[in-house]
């Protein structure tokens, strides 16, 4: 749209407009060119040519999370921007997507959606606003520790005094299912080779017997 002044245009169906150019000089237009790599070209009587930048007129969905990092069973929100021009646009409709197997409580409200992930690893939520589309990938760790197993080496006949043939694995893992580590697990009721073992990156320690 141009009011002999300045140029303004609209990435939305006219909610919201942008200035591209101000401080014009009126000229009549003779011709517009809407080139490939998104420039607008302009042919003016007696004003020579004139050229716009239209490449960032595309919307662009910009994500930002509550957080840095999530803990399993904790809530999480992931707030979608829209913009065009590099400003933001008067957007509705973002639509939100993540595997549903990695969350649960997925709550959308405008364009930001809550939800609380229950495996740790990495969970990406996708969202898309006509046909511009954005990522956020989170990474999840496991809750407090709630369950400890025996794992492998359970069941076993060994002379007494001697020791078991196989190692004795123990695997501690929160409400969700996820391993824990770092956690110390404490052993009585025999000779262990370590009694006060910790757990690796997967949730397990083994132990001689």
Known sequence: ???????????????????????LTQAPVTALVFAPDQQLWAATLGRGWWNADFSHATEQVNLASSASTVTAGTSVTITATVTAFGE??????VQFTAEASLTSSWTQSGNAVTFTPQRAGNVSVEASYGTAM????????????????????????????????????????????????????????????????VTGTDGTVSVSL
């Open 88 to 93: 933001p646009v008067a957007a509705g409709g």
């Open 134 to 197: 954005a990522t956020l990938t989170l990474p999840v760790v496991a809750a407090a520790p709630a369950q400890v197993q025996v794992l492998a080496g359970q069941n076993q006949q060994q002379a007494a005094g001697t020791e078991l043939r196989q190692p004795v694995v123990i695997g501690v893992s929160d409400g969700f299912g996820n391993p824990v580590a770092g956690v110390t697990v404490t052993l009585a009721g025999g000779v262990f080779s370590d009694a006060a073992p």
């Open 1 to 23: 749209m141009a009011d002999g002044a300045s140029v303004e245009a609209s990435a939305d169906d006219g909610m919201t407009w942008h200035r591209v150019a101000d401080g």
